[in-house]
């Protein structure tokens, strides 16, 4: 009889499971189960549609439906799977129209993703406010804004706060952001690097508002303004970007432990305390690379690399996932910013001695017209001197040089050897040194 | 020949629901894969094919397409004996995603059944509108 698998969630790691699973096994029945209506799609690309960048929400779709049918992908949209017998292994589901099925699997993969987070605030059950997670949401923030929403309270400085911000101001809205913590993007960058990003974003007009939780929602019928460190502000339209939680009832509910970080638990080929259960994504945890600590970055390159080497195992084959650096990048208006290991502040948390260098220089030649300006930050732990962490910000090329401190990273190269690192150089496309060089550079005379 | 969204649909061919055209060469016909179909497997690495002498039979899997991120069974659009397999795909499984309607040919057929088969199959206009159905924009 050919091996059943049954991967419950369909998006950047179920798709990615069930294409390696089917990789390996040709006869395989291959199962996915989700309870939106779109399947395969990019979460990553939602804000770009509220921006206007990206034409309709169907764009953001990733695998088209011929694609379910050549890998003989059984999709089932609009089901969900409402329980997990590990002993039978069963997956009961309930269809759209309430037709109850249960479905026995060889191998079962849980990528169930994650729910935005709302902390319990004062208000928080009245209507109105709204969150970006699928399409869906994003079809009625981009509702509200054709119905005529001029401005909008954002609650969360992280990636998608911003970015959804950003959009929103690109679509004529005023946009304010309301962040408990000191400083923006708090997981992404140190407090100097995300200064940066912070000014870049106040110079376009979006209000950013730090150091102030949100104490209350208010309104009669609605959500008509928060009140958020003692100030009351007013707006259209309210998106809670808070972040996000594992979505582990359904695990939970099976007798599936979780681990510290309260997300599924897993080993290193993404499986379960239980036999032939896997999980994968934003519902899972890894260890880090760095720290060795469980870590439950939530990121659609960690949700892809988990599925590949869920799906992998689920249909017969052996892969094990590498771990978790939790590299990151994002554009809001004209600035880049990115990250890649611990930031200075992760470090220091996580008991690591670390000596920091930042350097500012530009894009191109300096008397290139057009060079932008750019700052590398590292982070080196003291006693190995490795670099632990990356983190750069500016007008443009942040990408690969994140790639290229990832991979330097996980290859436990030492600042020593990046400061006599082999780079290129002509002036329309970088400086004669190396930004990243000069910053290893700095650290080296600052370990001295 | 029409684009849908990105995807090449040519004039003067068959196609079958499973991403695969037929064209119609006198007593023979050539067979190969869509541009939707390449496209969505994406980079094809590797081209599965029986070899001359194999018989192959309408809606029944014949070879397989592999691509970096999938695999995918090929279905036969008609039945009959095989009379040519195109070496280049195999050797170059690339020319499937840069031509699939005319280098990336991959079957040359002598069909067993083609009038009553064909019936099964679509013509460039139902093809339009079946791609277009595919393709459908939800906003």
Redesign the interface.
């Known amino acids: 009889m050919s091996r059943r698998v049954i991967i419950v969630g369909a998006n950047a790691a179920g798709v990615e499971a069930a294409?390696a699973a089917?990789?390996k096994d040709?006869t395989a029945e291959i199962t996915l189960v989700t309870q939106e209506r779109?399947a395969g799609y990019s979460r990553c690309g939602l804000p770009f549609v509220i921006g206007g960048q990206i034409?309709?929400?169907?764009d953001l779709v990733v695998?088209?439906?011929?694609?379910f049918?050549?890998?003989?992908l059984n999709l089932r949209t609009e089901t969900k799977a409402t329980a997990i017998s590990t002993k039978d292994k069963t997956v009961t589901i309930t269809t759209k129209e309430g037709v109850v099925e249960v479905l026995p699997y060889d191998s079962l993969v849980i990528a169930t993703g994650a729910d935005s987070f709302m902390p319990p605030i004062k208000g928080k059950e009245k209507p109105g406010i709204l969150s970006l997670r699928s399409i869906e949401d994003g079809e009625k923030i981009d509702a509200a804004i054709r119905a005529g929403a001029k401005s909008a309270v954002i609650m969360g400085a992280g990636l998608i706060g911003l970015e959804v911000g950003v959009g929103l101001m690109e679509r004529g809205l005023k946009v304010t952001i309301v962040e408990m913590l000191p400083q923006i993007l708090p997981q992404l960058l140190d407090a100097d690097m995300a200064k940066l990003v912070l000014e870049h974003l106040q110079e376009k007009g979006m209000i950013i508002l730090t150091s102030k939780g949100v104490e209350e929602f208010l309104g009669k019928d609605k959500v008509t303004a928060v009140m958020a460190g003692g100030e009351k502000i007013e707006a259209d339209l309210f998106i809670s970007a808070f972040g996000v939680r594992a979505n582990t009832k359904l695990a939970v509910d099976a007798g599936i432990p979780l681990g510290e970080t309260r997300a599924i638990k897993t080993n290193g080929r993404m499986e379960t305390d239980i036999k032939d259960v896997y999980a994968v994504g934003d519902c899972a945890e890894a260890h880090n690379i760095i720290t060795h600590k469980p870590m439950c970055a939530q990121l659609g390159t960690i949700a892809v690399r988990q599925g590949k080497v869920a799906g992998a195992n689920a249909g017969g084959d052996y892969s094990q996932f590498s771990g978790i650096l939790a590299s990151a990048v994002t554009k809001l208006f004209e600035i880049e910013a990115g990250n890649t290991g611990l930031t200075e502040t992760a470090a220091i948390r996580n008991r690591l001695e670390v000596v920091t260098g930042a350097i500012s220089s530009k894009t191109k030649a300096d008397y290139f017209p057009g060079a932008k300006p750019i700052k590398i930050k590292l982070v080196v732990e003291k006693e190995s001197q490795r670099i632990v962490g990356g983190q750069v910000v500016g007008g443009e090329e942040v990408t690969q040089r994140i790639n290229c401190l990832s991979f330097a990273i996980q290859k436990g190269m030492t600042v020593r050897e990046l400061a006599k690192a082999d780079t290129a150089y002509a002036p329309p496309l970088c400086e004669t040194w190396e930004p990243m060089v000069i910053a290893a550079e700095l650290v080296l005379m600052k370990l001295r | 020949m029409v684009k849908v969204e990105s995807y090449e649909v040519p004039e003067g061919l068959y196609f079958s629901k499973?991403?695969e055209w037929v064209k119609v060469e006198g007593d023979k016909i050539r067979m190969g894969i869509t541009d939707?179909?390449q496209k969505?497997?994406r980079e094809i690495v590797y081209a599965e094919l029986p070899s001359v002498g194999t018989e192959v039979t309408q809606g029944e899997p014949y070879g397989?397409l592999?691509s970096v991120?999938?695999?995918?069974?090929l279905v036969a659009a008609v039945s009959g004996t095989i009379q040519e397999v195109n070496d280049e795909v195999q050797s170059k499984p690339e020319t499937l995603n840069e031509d699939p309607y005319t280098k990336g040919w991959l079957l040359v057929v002598k069909p067993s059944n083609l009038q009553a088969e064909l019936v099964n199959l679509m013509d460039f206009d139902k093809s339009v509108e079946w791609h277009r159905a595919?393709?459908a924009?939800?906003?």
């Open positions: 294409s089917r990789k040709r779109n034409g309709c929400f169907h695998y088209s439906p011929a694609y049918q050549m890998l003989k | 499973d991403f939707y179909a969505s497997l397989t592999e991120k999938a695999v995918s069974d595919q393709v924009s939800k906003c």
